[in-house]
């Protein structure tokens, strides 16, 4: 029986007298969050992350580094004492948290309390800092979706709103081209041009002449969750304490290969305090695939919750539920694993040579194209004359291009909580981006029907792809089934790294022929992804990347072939890119080299073989996502116009190959340095959404004071979907967005949605919230013009049909719904007069033909179009050591048109941050044991505030034919580029062609040496 | 979530002096925390007690004693920063607590965690080393002064007994005309665990030669070392691009380099090559620079 070691501490915490009795062992982070300040987040546990900030004595402060007892006699502040609760509008909290909301600075919201604090720390030191000072300050804080980009201007507007100075609305900027304005004019008058970065610059949006300007939708709105997230309100999965919780923990394999030939649980069982422990013995075998996808998932089944083998080091072994975590934790290691030892394969291409340890052995998983050789997946797609093309190939190029395994390190781990309700339902409150194929998914695994299952989606702080999967809800439950208790589990960051999913790693052998007059006539591609441990996403990432590894320049003969292997390493997933990243690493560096080796423009040459508007995507057909495809053309494409833009506003011919003449640069410390400059750009496309697969649905429901209720499947992880589907439907019911309440998501509220991937929710859910806004608006229209006695032209309800207005047919009557306004909160008719939503919604529940204003519509399309990109980079490389830097990254996009210009352009920064990672540094270091040599954020490094470049985002606009209101997606598209362009870059300084990612200083080194 | 153990808050450095001694080998200190309890969570240590040296307002002075810069070894990586002293008379260490970790970090941090933690990549290190610094090593009753040279052993092993506690870290005000300068490699420019670190200090004489001179390296050896090769070959000589050159590959030489998860050896070996290079190359600048204003 552990003593009662606990203590009293006293301290003064947001500004208040307070005491709090805490164990020694308990660091301040623990002993906060169970005092219910749950603004201060678990991330990491070892500082690296910085999202269990807090001021003691006005210092930013680790509190997950120091004991609580420590802070007695100290002032200790969190976000919870910035502002009163509830905070309901931006004027009720803090200067720093309204620009944080303002500004697009919160996207998933983990980090924000911790970056608040920081930034309030250093403006109260300094309360007119420069960028360099606030970008150091807030270097120790890691913040994986935003690039920091407006995180920044965030705090730059709050010191200009301390130091009483006023600012404008925070919105983007809008232009049309052509129209009065210039190009080039229009570009230096944004500062575009010479980088001038004393101005903090909101993303350029231009429009062609011909798209019309709406209302909501198009708008600079702030997140309709932002509020609670700068307030630090309880909004994750962990933020809340069920009565009676236990405490879920996982034991994993330390061997990369192993049998289980018995497991000893007895005195982990026997201790106090420990309710349950669960082994392969104790849960029935049933197989399946992790990856959440649509039904029927890919095969092959390949895995089991708890199994009597071990894959890889992190592998599941066992789980324990127990009154507190620490008790938990100690139950694990009281249990006794007796392994057997196999020979492992770590090396994609060892796994599938001869005679490899086979890492599948068991005999129930069926769908593995060859088991002995760890080969998950042969895929051969080919389109195309082979022989003619070939023939008229002039010239052929051959390469081959490396990506490695990058992990997600979203910011709030996955986390999971399972209850038995009142009524004896499972509920799953858990941190995923698929609510509905959770359900799905857990129902077999658990012996339940699905009805007897709940899954609601609170606030996510990231995911990136790692949550949708399920990695503990299957665990979770069986605790709380074998328990009766509630039961919460939360990922360590070092089991993130371990023991939850990362970026296929690839081997890509490009062969392309090319006529002397730049076209490419042929295009094959090989390619052998690593799945890790389990084949999950295994098929379609892979897929995908041959998919979009043929279709940017969509040759007359595209020919793809793929091996997917399994080796003895954490499982690899779904991550923003999806194959499709890896691939543009690939074949955008090789269209760069072969116009390097032919002396051709590189832009030329690209401009050339792009895939053009109405073209037919070649492979689209052969590979779809684990299945057939379908045709897909061409209908809006702003490839031309993104590369017009980016090459004027990087001046990119008076740059090219001349930057790296003074190639000895006198850097501002005084040290002679061999600096080489250069610029490079790379093009991508990428989809919106699953063509015919993907559906989404969503109802939206008037209230008595005419807002409206909006529920929706869709699962906002942080992206700020919610925000965009509220301005989709208030565009189309007349009302401004904080008069639509979004709920996203819960199996039993909101209606079907396949989940936040694949980069659909724009594309897809969008459709359907505009469709389901169409019928709605419908609905009060009819009410409306019953309520004045206004008779309408046609019997039918156009948009009750199929949720598209249509021109109806009559002649009675004048007036027909189309010619009901919806605007401004009220229904005006073309006479003049009025209603407001108020009196239609009074009316229609209490008074007259008393009925609830609803509507449901649902989604799906057989096109996935394209959204387009140019990046453009200006890097600096330290050629002794090898050493890049990264100093303008400037995108510029097609995502037809923009709902919201500042959250899109946040999806930008993003995911530009991410690839600069996945370029120059990201990568998971294994020893020849399995182990992972990096399992912290510090060594494995993330992107901080301080080395980001300056980062713009313009957004040429097109429109659509099938997308709400010309939409397409942005999400996955940034990522694909940065490699690429980077490696461009890199050779237009020094003449080396980097094959293999990440571009790491000594990797650089060795190639600059090798030319040597 | 930590592993359990005792947590002792002594509120004086004599108190915690005692519970050292009381609770010895089984006890360890604790500062900053910063590499210790990531080490506890790791399970990479596991002392039954620690004794709370963070705050102890003996150990958290910087000021000018005679001839020396003395600071208490609770100083914040963070204060080494603000330090005018330290600016005045220890550029060099400050130049490294300026690239070290980062805001957040640098608050807790302490200088004799860096020290006591006796990691190959200890930043303040190589800057102490070309400082001559010296370390004062108390215990309940006794003290002396070590050299920091003397005081490392190997990987994370120190002379510092399981009773004793660095309290004070102390050099000798360098000679006017003097140069020193510091510069790691990382994998990324924040907050990264350094590839190599180089200290160098160099000071001039009446003629313009070089009458002292010091190299350290950090990160290619077990412990961060100096090079005594190369500051004889500095000693006595105008800084000319031969001498850099023969400095720079003792400097090498001395770099047994050990590969690992940042870099493999011979990647460390041509870092140490350039950066040595380009601080004496620096330092040669600086040097005309003296000699012209003279
Ligand atoms: C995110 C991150 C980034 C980092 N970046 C850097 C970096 O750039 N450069 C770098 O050098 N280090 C870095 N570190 C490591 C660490 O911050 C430093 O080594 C720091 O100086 C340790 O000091 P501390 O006060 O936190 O020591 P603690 O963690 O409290 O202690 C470290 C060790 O020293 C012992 N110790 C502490 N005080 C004394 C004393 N007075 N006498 C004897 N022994 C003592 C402890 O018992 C323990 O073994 C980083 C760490 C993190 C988490």
Redesign the pocket.
């Known amino acids: 029986m552990p003593r009662d070691q606990t203590r009293t501490i006293r301290l003064i915490l947001n500004g208040q007298k307070r005491t709090l009795r805490v164990d020694p062992a308990d660091t301040l982070l623990e002993a906060l969050r169970a005092a219910s300040y749950t603004s201060v987040k678990y991330g990491c546990g ?3 992350c910085g999202a269990c900030t807090v001021l003691i004595d006005g210092e930013p402060t680790h509190s997950c ?1 120091i004991r609580a007892v420590e802070v007695d006699g100290h002032e200790v502040f969190t976000v919870e004492g910035l502002a009163p609760f509830p905070a309901r509008r931006l004027d009720d909290l803090h200067p720093i948290q309204s620009a944080f909301a303002e500004t697009g600075a919160i996207q998933c919201g983990y980090c924000t309390p911790a970056q608040i604090l920081t930034a309030k720390a250093l403006l109260h030191r300094n309360p007119d800092p420069t960028r360099d000072e606030i970008r150091s300050a807030l270097s120790g804080v890691l913040c994986r979706c935003t690039g920091y980009v407006k995180i920044i201007q965030a705090v730059e507007r709050a010191a200009a709103l301390l130091r009483d100075e006023g600012v404008c609305p925070f919105r983007h900027a809008a232009a049309t081209l052509p129209g009065d304005q210039s190009l080039a004019d229009l570009l230096a008058e944004r500062n575009l041009i010479a980088g001038d970065w004393r101005e903090p610059r909101t993303p350029l949006v231009i429009s062609p002449p011909a798209m019309a300007r709406l209302v909501v939708v198009g708008e600079s709105e702030s997140k309709v969750d932002g509020i609670k997230l700068a307030a630090g309100t309880p909004a994750f999965t962990d933020d809340v304490r069920m009565e009676g919780m236990l405490y879920g923990a996982l034991l994993t394999s330390p061997h990369a290969h192993a049998r289980i030939r018995s497991i000893d649980a007895r005195e982990a069982a026997a201790l106090e305090g420990v309710h349950a422990v669960l082994t392969h013995e104790d849960i029935p075998r049933v197989k399946y695939a992790s990856g959440g996808q649509s039904f029927p998932q890919p095969p092959p089944y390949d895995q089991v919750c708890l199994d009597d083998k071990v894959r890889h080091v992190g592998d599941r072994v066992a789980v324990v539920a127990a009154a507190s975590p620490r008790l938990a934790r100690r139950a694990l290691r009281l249990i006794e694993v007796d392994y057997e030892v196999l020979p492992h394969v770590l090396d994609a291409e060892e796994a599938r040579g001869s005679d490899p340890p086979v890492i599948h052995d068991e005999q129930d998983t069926e769908g593995i194209y060859d088991a002995s050789r760890n080969t998950v997946h042969r895929i051969e797609a080919a389109e195309g004359d082979r022989q003619e093309q070939w023939r008229r190939a002039d010239h052929i190029f051959e390469r081959e291009y490396r990506t490695s395994q990058q992990q997600h390190a979203h910011i709030e781990p996955h986390a999971c909580i399972t209850y038995w309700d009142e009524d004896g339902r499972l509920v799953v409150r858990t941190s995923t981006q698929v609510p509905f194929h959770i359900r799905r998914m857990l129902a077999p695994l658990l012996g339940l029907s699905e009805k007897e299952i709940r899954v609601i989606k609170p606030r996510i702080g990231g995911g990136f792809g790692n949550k949708q999967e399920m990695i503990l809800e299957d665990l979770c439950a069986h605790l709380t089934i074998a328990t009766g208790r509630p039961v919460r589990m939360m990922y360590t960051r070092h089991e993130e790294f371990t023991s939850s999913r990362s970026r296929h790693p690839t081997v890509q052998r490009y062969r392309v022929g090319v006529t002397n007059d730049m076209e490419v006539v042929a295009t094959e591609l090989d390619l052998l992804g690593d799945t890790g441990a389990y084949g999950t996403h295994g098929l379609t990432v892979n897929m995908v990347a041959g998919q979009k590894g043929l279709t940017l320049y969509n040759s007359p003969y595209s020919a793809f072939r793929c091996d997917v292997v399994y080796t003895n390493k954490p499982t690899a997933g779904a991550f923003r890119g999806y194959g499709a990243m890896q691939t543009h690493f690939g074949i955008e560096t090789l269209m760069s080299e072969i116009a390097s080796e032919m002396g051709w423009d590189v832009v030329e040459f690209k401009r050339r073989n792009w895939i053009k508007d109405g073209e037919l995507l070649v492979m689209a057909t052969a590979l779809g996502e684990g299945r057939e495809g379908f045709e897909q053309r061409i209908r809006s494409n702003g490839l031309a116009e993104c590369v017009r833009v980016g090459l004027e506003a990087t001046q990119w011919y008076e740059k090219r190959r001349k930057l790296n003449h003074a190639s000895a640069v006198n850097a501002t410390d005084g040290c002679i340095e061999p600096l080489r400059r250069g610029i490079g750009m790379s093009l991508m496309a990428h989809g919106s959404g699953i063509a015919g697969l993907d559906m989404a649905a969503a109802t939206i429901r008037m209230n008595d004071d005419g807002s409206f209720v909006l529920l929706v499947g869709a699962a906002d992880l942080g992206t700020g979907s919610d925000t965009i589907l509220a301005q989709i439907a208030a565009e189309e019911l007349g009302v401004a967005v904080d008069d639509i309440l979004v709920h996203s998501s819960d199996t039993d509220f909101t209606p079907f949605d396949k989940g936040a991937y694949a980069s659909s929710t724009t594309y897809v859910s969008g459709n359907a919230v505009r469709k389901a806004a169409i019928k709605a608006a419908a609905r009060i229209r009819k009410h409306g013009a019953a309520m004045l006695g206004v008779e309408l032209r046609g019997s039918r309800d156009a948009g009750e049909r199929d949720g598209t207005r249509q021109e109806e047919v009559g002649d009675v009557p004048t007036t027909g719904l189309e010619d009901i306004e919806l605007h401004g909160g009220s229904v005006r008719f073309p006479d003049g007069r009025r209603v407001t939503l108020e009196q239609i919604a009074l009316s229609s529940l209490h008074q007259q033909n008393q009925h609830q204003i609803v509507a449901s519509a649902s989604h799906l399309s057989y096109d996935s179009p394209p959204p387009f990109g140019a990046q453009f980079v200006e890097v600096a490389v330290d050629t002794e050591t090898g050493q890049v830097t990264v100093e303008r990254v400037l995108m510029t996009v097609d995502a037809g048109r923009v709902i919201n210009p500042i959250t899109a352009s946040g999806q930008v920064e993003g995911g530009i941050a991410q690839g600069l990672g996945f370029a120059l540094c990201e990568e998971m270091v294994y020893d020849v044991d399995g182990r992972l040599l990096n399992p912290r954020l ?1 060594p494995y490094h993330v992107y901080k505030a301080d080395e980001m470049p300056d980062i713009d985002v313009i957004f040429v606009q097109t429109d659509e034919p099938t997308g709400p209101y010309g939409a397409k997606s942005v999400a996955e598209l940034p990522i694909d580029g940065v490699a690429p362009a980077i490696a461009d870059a890199i050779h237009d300084a020094t003449g080396i062609w980097l094959r293999e990612v990440p571009f790491t200083p000594e990797r650089v080194w060795r190639a600059l040496r090798a030319r040597t | 979530m930590l592993p359990s153990f005792e947590l002792l808050m002594p509120e004086t450095l004599p108190e915690a002096l005692e519970m050292l001694a009381g609770y010895a080998p089984d006890a ?12 506890l969570r790791g399970g990479k ?1 596991r002392p039954g007690v620690l004794v709370n ?2 705050g102890l307002d003996a ?1 958290q002075y910087i000021g000018r004693q005679d001839r020396y810069v003395v600071m208490g ?2 100083v ?2 963070a204060d080494v920063l603000e330090s005018e002293l330290i600016g005045a008379h220890g550029r060099v260490l400050q130049e490294a607590a300026r ?4 805001p957040l ?1 640098r608050n ?12 190959p ?4 290190v190589p800057p102490l080393l070309v400082l001559d610094a010296e370390l004062k090593l108390a215990s309940a009753g006794e003290s002396r002064w070590v050299g920091l040279e003397d005081f490392f052993v190997d990987v994370c092993d120190t002379i ?1 007994r399981h009773v ?4 004070a870290v102390r050099w000798l005000v360098p000679p006017p005309r003097t140069f020193s300068r510091f510069r790691k490699l990382t994998l990324r420019k924040s ?4 590839v190599v670190s180089v200290a160098v200090r160099v000071t001039l004489g009446e003629s313009g030669r070089c009458v002292d001179a010091a190299v350290a390296l950090g990160a290619v050896a077990p412990t961060p070392i100096r090079v005594h090769e190369a500051e004889e070959v500095l000693r006595g000589e105008a800084l000319t691009p031969e001498v850099i050159d023969r400095a720079t590959r003792f400097a090498c030489t001395a770099a047994s380099c050990i590969g690992d998860v940042r870099s493999s050896a011979a990647y460390r070996e041509r870092v140490t090559d350039v950066l040595t290079r380009r601080l004496l190359a620096e330092a040669q600048e600086w040097s005309e620079e003296q000699w012209e204003r003279s």
């Open positions: 070892t500082g690296d580094q510090g | 360890m200190p604790l500062a900053g925390g910063t590499n210790l309890v990531p080490d240590r040296v963070h150990l070894a609770g914040s990586l690239v070290f970790a980062n970090i807790r941090a302490t200088v004799g965690g860096n020290l006591g933690n006796a990691s990549a200890a930043d303040t510092c004793e506690l660095i309290t907050t990264a665990i350094s």
